[in-house]
């Protein structure tokens, strides 16, 4: 199933905006704008090997002007959360936007979400993998450095979804990527996610406080609802008045990955059993953000005419910590001048 590129960019008077489609020999799909360089489309087997869309998103490029939910989008340069606004770098401090009350979020109000990238000349409709480029400009969001960033999105004949981060900088700054796509197994049915069976291979995560700033403690996942060390459905803990819950509405947290950075260790596994879809994550990314639609509106429209509701969907995105320049035990985002960030996140679907 996927969006006609003609309806997508109707009405759109910037006329530098396109929709591309990248596929296997198995007819998994994936469609992807350079606005933004949102996945608008992911088409994958259920059990009975029907094709259908698995992610959330708009029917039209109009929806993704405004995109509240960040929809599918790749996130810099810092994606999540930077507690105060400002972050200091060389003795000298960075105020950013203050997009999230007084913290910044998702890399401003104009990130890489909001900007148009440019595609590899050589790619053609159909081809396995495509890769977008952006030149983000010294101070743009008040970032320090000239920043050249590549995400390259591919589909292997196995059915994996994989993407390739890139980025170099000509001054010592901070990057972050990831990519927010919201997944539903169910396909377009957009039940909720909260009967999908989820497993994260972790033993700790960082704690936040009430504004879902990691706090800089580490702790142990076990004994508490943000256990998923056994595959449970999402609905389990979901509920639950311990103090971690109520301050995300339910699950928006960043998991410390056992794999830590090993793409061949299994980050986490989804099941869901009405389409008999699963799906598997491998990164090269220390941590990652389980975010369970939380605040996603019910008076949304989404692609096919769904109405979204709260937890339609849910996002697994691969990271750095949240917070990181404020904590000095994390894992840290600095990129130096002249060195290269590269990473990889892979979407398997069995």
């Known amino acids: 199933m996927s969006v006609s590129a003609e309806n997508f960019l109707k009405g759109q008077e910037n006329k530098d905006i396109s929709l591309y489609t990248?596929?296997?020999k198995n007819g998994m799909e994936a469609q992807i704008t350079n606005f933004g360089a949102i996945v608008v489309t992911l088409t994958v087997p259920d059990k009975n090997g029907k094709l259908d869309d698995v992610v959330l998103g708009y029917d039209n490029i109009s929806g993704y002007f405004d995109n509240a939910p960040y929809f599918?989008?790749?996130i810099g340069r810092h994606a999540n959360r930077i507690?105060?606004?400002?972050f200091e770098l060389n003795g000298v401090l960075y105020n950013l936007e203050k997009n999230e009350k007084e913290n910044h979020l998702h890399g401003g109000s104009k990130g890489f979400h909001k900007v148009i990238w440019k595609v590899d000349d050589e790619f053609k409709d159909g081809d396995n993998s495509i890769t977008l480029s952006y030149h983000s400009k010294d101070g743009e969001e008040n970032y320090p450095g000239n920043l050249d960033v590549k995400v390259t999105y591919s589909i292997t004949d196995d059915n994996s979804f994989v993407i390739d981060y890139f980025a170099v900088s000509d001054k010592d700054t901070v990057v972050n990527l990831t990519n927010h796509t919201y997944f539903n197994l169910s396909g377009k049915e957009?039940?909720?996610?909260?009967?999908?069976?989820l497993k994260i291979y972790a033993d700790k995560f960082t704690p936040v406080d009430q504004y879902c700033i990691p706090t800089g403690e580490i702790r142990d996942?076990?004994?508490?609802?943000l256990d998923f060390t056994e595959m449970k459905p999402i609905r389990s803990d979901i509920f639950s008045d311990d103090i971690q819950i109520v301050y995300g509405?339910?699950?928006d947290h960043n998991w410390v990955l056992n794999s830590n950075g090993d793409i061949s260790q299994?980050?986490?596994e989804v099941y869901d059993k009405l389409s008999g879809r699963k799906m598997e994550v491998y990164t090269t990314k220390p941590g990652m953000q389980f975010y369970s639609g939380n605040a996603i509106?019910?008076?949304q429209i989404g692609k096919y005419g769904v109405h979204y509701k709260e937890r339609s969907g849910f996002c697994l995105e691969t990271q750095f910590f949240p917070n990181a320049m404020k904590h000095k035990h994390f894992p840290s985002p600095i990129l130096i001048a002249g060195k290269e960030y590269r990473h990889k996140t892979i979407y398997k679907f069995i």
Not at 83 to 86: D, H, L, M, S
């Open 22 to 24: 990248i596929s296997n």
């Open 72 to 74: 599918g989008a790749v």
């Open 83 to 86: 507690e105060g606004a400002c």
């Open 190 to 197: 957009k039940n909720d996610i909260l009967d999908h069976e």
């Open 221 to 225: 996942v076990h004994g508490t609802p």
């Open 249 to 251: 509405n339910g699950f």
């Open 266 to 268: 299994k980050a986490a």
């Open 297 to 299: 509106k019910s008076s």
